[in-house]
């Protein structure tokens, strides 16, 4: 089975660091996705990892340890407009190989 | 740009009546998914298309079907809507993994928020 769990609600203030953890458990592992999804938007893809280790692009990086099934993304210099829902997703193998699944999401609210 | 349209953004309909909802993708990819997302429950996998007439179960397929005629076109099927199947319906899609350097991430539609009465 697959199981992809993410906290559902986190607080910031502007200008901060925050950190996204996301843990799974799944049956096979291709790599990790994370997406951001503004209210009543599409999901946008942010970053992938698919090897331990940090992968950093601007403000944002997301970093991975396959072994401890870890991932989290981190936001620095936070802007009010990253106030968005944040997925963490775990792609699987096969046919598999290509589909998703998606934890709950992290609902990030950056404040003044 | 990747560019995936789907066939209406709000969508209303009575318990019963057969809805299609239609996607369409424009960078010729191969893989198309169908996901519907409610509150608290995150993105679900309804089906997934590697190919044209290939189709696969994702994780909550009861109560749906698909029909992928054309590469760049994916129809969800709620074949008699019920008012369970209230809810956001996102469409995706993306190149194979496989041969692929890249992420392959999946690009997403605008959502359809479908509301049955």
């Known amino acids: 089975g697959q199981n992809i769990d993410q906290p559902t609600e986190m607080t910031a203030t502007e200008g901060a660091i925050v950190q996204i953890n996301c843990t799974y458990q799944t049956s096979g592992f291709n790599g990790l996705f994370w997406y951001q999804q503004h209210a009543g938007e599409a999901p946008t893809f942010l970053s992938y990892?698919?090897?331990?280790g940090l992968e950093e692009k601007g403000r944002f990086s997301s970093f991975l340890s396959r072994s401890k099934g870890y991932s989290y993304l981190l936001l620095k210099e936070l802007q009010m407009k990253d106030s968005a829902s944040y997925l963490c997703?775990?792609?699987?193998?096969?046919?598999?190989?290509?589909?998703?699944?998606f934890g709950g999401g992290t609902r990030l609210m950056v404040k003044p | 740009d990747v560019k995936v349209t789907q066939s209406s953004r709000y969508l209303v309909k009575r318990t019963g009546e057969k809805v299609f909802l239609e996607c369409v993708q424009d960078?010729?990819?191969?893989?198309m998914f169908w996901y519907r997302q409610d509150p608290g429950l995150g993105l679900r996998l309804i089906y997934f298309s590697y190919d044209v007439k290939m189709k696969e179960k994702g994780d909550i397929p009861e109560g749906y079907s698909v029909s992928r005629e054309k590469k760049e076109r994916f129809s969800l099927i709620l074949e008699s809507a019920s008012t369970n199947q209230t809810s956001m319906y996102l469409c995706?899609?993306?190149?194979?993994?496989?041969?692929?350097?890249?992420?392959?991430?999946?690009?997403f539609g605008p959502g359809t928020r479908l509301t049955v009465l």
């Open positions: 997703a775990v792609r699987s193998g096969g046919h598999a190989g290509n589909m998703l699944t």
């Open positions: 990892n698919v090897l331990d």
């Open positions: 960078m010729d990819h191969e893989n």
């Open positions: 995706a899609s993306s190149f194979p993994r496989q041969g692929r350097q890249r992420g392959n991430e999946q690009f």
